[in-house]
């Protein structure tokens, strides 16, 4: 599919209503371009050993608070 990567980062220019790639400044009419908006909780991607430490350093912390 050669055009999957490029749809997804496509988003309608509010200054010329063309679809252009989602960079700083239209390539068509070179008006800058509002920024990406943001969800409200956008986690963060981690891998299964980030999760692991996160989840380690989380009993960690409930021990030291416990054996104190
Ligand atoms: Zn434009």
């Known amino acids: 599919m050669p ?3 490029a749809a997804e980062n496509l988003i309608t220019c509010p200054h010329c209503g063309q679809q252009v790639p989602h960079k700083n400044r239209c390539p068509n009419c070179g008006q800058y371009l509002p920024k990406r908006e943001k969800k409200k909780w956008e986690m963060p991607k981690l ?3 980030e999760i692991f ?4 350093g989380l009993i960690m912390l409930t021990i030291g608070l416990v054996a104190v």
């Open 3 to 5: 055009y999957r990567d």
């Open 47 to 49: 891998t299964p050993t």
């Open 53 to 56: 430490l996160a989840i380690l």
